[in-house]
């Protein structure tokens, strides 16, 4: 069982922070939340999911996590993309035998920075053999249109965690089904490479160990020694997965697959596992909770969500 009934058991939670994986908004919270002290890190964490509010602090213990990376790469298929920001925020219910349970926010857990897909258009399907792709292609070398943008988005819950992966290497730490929207005036509003039937599964792994920090603090995120809350950070981990398969894109032309055939033969999609890879550098990790969640059984959710909200500024 993995709780945080002391200061001294808070150092075994650390496995459960190092979930620094790809990339919108949160049930309980709104993405622009500002939260002081140590709680501003965890704007989106779902304190108030029925699942978190319902953890008695005994047989369950509710915990925020938030995993951010200013930037990595992405390669899908015959296609590199270079990364922004990306930040992923989960609450996480501690099972008194040892298992877990992931409350993601209720618009997803990943927010992600658009990236510029390299070539635009013209690098993205052209040329080609369809006439039409050719005409298209045609007014592109100078357009502005030619931009395209590529945003991870999430298309179901992450599931699959693994506490013990978190401080380790090369390990999946957690299963982050997700989707890529590709944005440009001529693909159209609904151009996705994967869906939520056939998502981009992404299952992280530590290249290296990160280093290890921690504090404690009041419920309002004031730094305090012997403060009722306390948050580990994990820093400086490179993090990555190579095991992912990604299917064709589909929804990509005005009419919604006008397009479709012209990027996926460019974009060399579907593309089996093996041959496609994530990396996210320097990935920043906290995990706070209650330092005694035992001693307000059976109210810890409830207690979480509230010093949660007093620390809103």
């Known amino acids: ?109 990943l927010v992600a920075d658009p990236a510029t897909v390299p070539g635009g258009l013209l690098g993205l399907m052209c040329p080609s053999d369809m006439p039409v792709i050719t005409a298209i292609c045609k007014t592109l070398d100078t357009s502005s249109l030619n931009r395209i943008t590529a945003t991870m988005e999430s298309v179901g819950a992450p599931y699959a965690f693994d506490q013990t992966a978190g401080i380790l290497t090369d390990l999946p730490i957690v299963a982050l089904p997700v989707r890529i929207h590709l944005e440009n005036p001529l693909l159209g509003s609904k151009c996705y490479i994967g869906t939520a039937a056939n998502p981009v599964l992404l299952r992280p792994e530590n290249r290296n160990y990160p280093e290890f920090g921690m504090s404690f603090f009041q419920s309002d995120g004031t730094l305090e020694e012997a403060g009722e809350m306390s948050r580990i950070n994990l820093t400086g981990a490179t993090q990555n997965d190579s095991t992912f398969a990604v299917p064709a894109a589909t929804g990509c032309g005005l009419n919604l697959g006008l397009i479709n055939a012209a990027v996926n033969a460019k974009t060399g999609l579907p593309s089996a596992a093996g041959h496609n890879s994530l990396t996210l550098n320097n990935t920043r990790t906290s995990l706070t909770g209650l330092n005694a969640p035992g001693t307000v059984v059976p109210d810890a959710g409830r207690v979480l969500a509230e010093n949660w909200h007093s620390a809103v500024k």
Do not use: H, Y
């Open 1 to 109: 069982m993995l709780q945080l009934p002391s200061r001294a058991g808070l150092a075994t939670v650390s496995a459960l922070t190092a979930l620094g994986a790809f990339v919108s908004m949160g049930t309980a919270t709104a993405a622009e939340t500002t939260l002081n002290g140590e709680w501003a890190p965890f704007t989106r964490c779902p304190v108030d999911a029925p699942a978190m509010l319902a953890a008695d602090g005994l047989e369950k213990t509710p915990q925020c996590v938030v995993s951010t990376s200013a930037g990595g790469t992405i390669k899908l298929g015959e296609t590199t993309v270079v990364t922004g920001k990306t930040d992923l925020q989960l609450g996480i219910v501690q099972n008194a035998d040892g298992t877990s349970r992931v409350v993601a926010p209720s618009s997803g857990a």
